[in-house]
């Protein structure tokens, strides 16, 4: 969808539904405007953040998902209990496991919780650092500082 339909199409929402409305991410990057140059944001610089932000949301995720399959290969006892313990909550004549069926399988639970002890996602997200001095509160906090703090 181009910028131009996405405007037409959130002015459209707005008078169908008013009050309920609600506004999305890219409706908010529509009304973003860079400073620095006083323009509105290109489309190729919106894509670029929603990539980002939908990124960030499914990366650490998708990487614990790995490591916790990964898990289950190097260690198929703890594979074949998991099969068991699924094959004595769903019926015969089923396929796939009903999100109600999930509370009966505390084992699922403890691998999952154990594949999030070991590989915790938080390693995978990006530090955070200053890049220059600023004032948070009563607090100066000066790049060269912060360095020390994270390089002992």
């Not at 008078?15 to 944001?41: I, N």
């Not at 990006?126 to 906090?141: C, F, M, N, Q, S």
């Given at each position: ?59 650490t995720t998708s990487t614990a998902l790995q490591w916790i ?8 006892q703890t594979q074949e209990k998991l099969f068991m313990e ?39 997200v990006l530090p955070h650092a200053v890049t220059e001095d ?19």
């Amino acid at each position: 969808m181009a910028k131009e339909e996405r405007v037409n199409k959130s002015k459209e929402d707005m008078k169908d539904y008013g009050d309920e409305y609600v506004l999305s991410y890219v409706d908010t990057l529509l009304d973003l405007e860079v400073s620095e140059e006083k323009r509105k944001l290109k489309e190729e610089e919106m894509v670029s953040l929603c990539s980002e932000f939908l990124n960030a949301g499914t990366d650490t995720t998708s990487t614990a998902l790995q490591w916790i399959m990964a898990n289950l290969v190097k260690y198929p006892q703890t594979q074949e209990k998991l099969f068991m313990e699924m094959k004595g909550v769903v019926q015969d004549d089923e396929e796939r496991i009903k999100e109600e069926e999930l509370q009966k399988m505390p084992y699922l639970k403890a691998v999952i919780l154990e594949g999030l002890r070991r590989h915790p996602p938080a390693h995978f997200v990006l530090p955070h650092a200053v890049t220059e001095d600023v004032v948070l509160g009563k607090y100066a906090i000066r790049v060269a500082e912060a360095r020390k703090l994270m390089d002992p």
